[in-house]
C-alpha cells in the first residue's frame, strides 16, 4: 500500500518544551492508525503539523506526498482535521454551518448543498439541519465537527479525541461511524489516551510519550509487544465443563475460570493462537456461542509500558 503520511525526524518546539521530538512515522493508505499517548505527549501537536497548520521546527512531513510547509493547500485539499475543541458559531443552524464551511473549502453552490445533506446523513443528524448549534448536546456537536471535516471529501482524517466527553452509547456511534468511514475507503489517524476504545477498528498503532514515538505497528504487532495476555469470553450452549478443563490444559491459557454463564481466560497468543484454541473446542463437542475478546484488553499492558518507560 502507497504512503499517505511520511515524516522524517519530525520535531515542534515551543519554547523550552519539546512538543513533538524527532518523529519518524508512516502511514499506509487505507489504514485507521490509533495515535495513543497521555496527556502532553504531542498527539496534537503532531496532527497539526500534519495538517498544515502549525510549523515544524525541523524535519518534514508529507501528506499524499506533498510537503506541509511547501505545499499546504495541497495538503488541506486532500485531509479533513477535526480539532479537540471547535469553537462552533452558536447562532448559525446546522445547515448554515455546514453551508459555510462549504464557502471555507470553495465548493460550488451546487455540489454544496449536496455534500451538506450527504453528511448531515452520515453522521445522522439530518433532524436537526434545522436547529441552532447552541441547541445541539456534546455528542451532536462532536458529530457535526466530524461532518465538517468531510464536506469536501478528503482521503485522509485526523481526528483529535473525537470521542472525548461522551458517553458509552455516544462513543460507539463514533466507533461505529469511523468503521464506515473505513470501509468507504477513508484513511483514518484518531487520537485518545485511552487504546481501549480504538482497538475495535484501528489496524495500526502509534504509542507517543513526551514527543518520542516509542511504538509503531500493526494492531497485531501491538498486541503481540504490548498485549502479552488478551482476556477472552467464551460462552457455550452445552459443554462448559468440558471446555474449562481444554482451557485449563493449553499452555497459552492462564486464569480460566467460570463466571456466571461464561468462562473468562486469559491468552498469551495472537489469532492463530485463538483460532487453533476455538477449533479445539469445537472438536470436543463444546457448542461454542460466543469465543472472542473481552472489552479493555491492550491498555493495561499500554499503561504498564508507560510506567515501564518513566
Ligand atoms: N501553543 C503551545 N505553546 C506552548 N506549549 C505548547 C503549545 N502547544 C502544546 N504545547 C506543549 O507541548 C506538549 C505537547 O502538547 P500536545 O497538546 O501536543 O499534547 P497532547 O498529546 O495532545 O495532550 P492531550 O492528551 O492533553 O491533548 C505539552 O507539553 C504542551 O504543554
Ligand atoms: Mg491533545
Known amino acids: 500500500m502507497p504512503l499517505i503520511i511520511e515524516t522524517d525526524s519530525l520535531r515542534r518546539e515551543f519554547g523550552e518544551t519539546t512538543a513533538v521530538d524527532e518523529l519518524s512515522l508512516s502511514v499506509e493508505e487505507g489504514s485507521v492508525l490509533a495515535l495513543v499517548g497521555p496527556n502532553g505527549a504531542g498527539k496534537t501537536t503532531l496532527l ?9 521546527t525541523s524535519g518534514t512531513a508529507r501528506v499524499d506526498g506533498f510537503d506541509v510547509r511547501e505545499r499546504p493547500r495541497e495538503v488541506h485539499s486532500r485531509l479533513g482535521f477535526m480539532p479537540d475543541f471547535a469553537g462552533l458559531y452558536e447562532n448559525l443552524l446546522v445547515r448554515e454551518y ?6 471555507a473549502y470553495r465548493l460550488p453552490e451546487d455540489l454544496s448543498e449536496m455534500r451538506v445533506s450527504e453528511t448531515l446523513s452520515l453522521v445522522g443528524l439530518s433532524a436537526r439541519a434545522e436547529q441552532a448549534v447552541e441547541t445541539l448536546s456534546r455528542g451532536m456537536r462532536q458529530k457535526l465537527n466530524l461532518a465538517r471535516t468531510l464536506l469536501h471529501s478528503p482521503k485522509l482524517l485526523l481526528l483529535d479525541e473525537p470521542a472525548a ?12 461511524l469511523m468503521r464506515e468511514l473505513s470501509r468507504q475507503g477513508k484513511t483514518i489517524v484518531v487520537s485518545s489516551h485511552i487504546l481501549s476504545e480504538l482497538e475495535d477498528y484501528c489496524t495500526h498503532v502509534a504509542i507517543l510519550d513526551r514527543g518520542r514515538l516509542i511504538f509503531s505497528g500493526s494492531l497485531e504487532e501491538a498486541r503481540r509487544i504490548l498485549g502479552k495476555k488478551r482476556h477472552m469470553r467464551l460462552r457455550a450452549a ?3 465443563e ?4 481444554l482451557l485449563q490444559a493449553r499452555p497459552e491459557v492462564r486464569k480460566a475460570q ?4 461464561d468462562i473468562l481466560f486469559e491468552l498469551a497468543g495472537n489469532d492463530a493462537d485463538a483460532a487453533s484454541i476455538l477449533k479445539a473446542l469445537v472438536e470436543k463437542g463444546v457448542s461454542v456461542s460466543f469465543f472472542g475478546e473481552a472489552a479493555g484488553t491492550i491498555q493495561d499492558s499500554y499503561l504498564s509500558l508507560m510506567g515501564e518507560e518513566r
Not at 98 to 103: D, E, P, V
Not at 165 to 176: K, Y
Open 242 to 245: 468440558a471446555a474449562l478443563a
Open 165 to 176: 466527553g461522551l458517553d458509552p452509547g455516544a462513543r460507539r456511534e463514533v466507533q461505529l
Open 258 to 261: 467460570r463466571s456466571g454463564a
Open 98 to 103: 455546514l453551508r459555510y464551511f462549504c464557502l
Open 48 to 56: 497539526r503539523m500534519l495538517s498544515a497548520l502549525l510549523e515544524p
Open 238 to 240: 452445552s459443554g462448559m
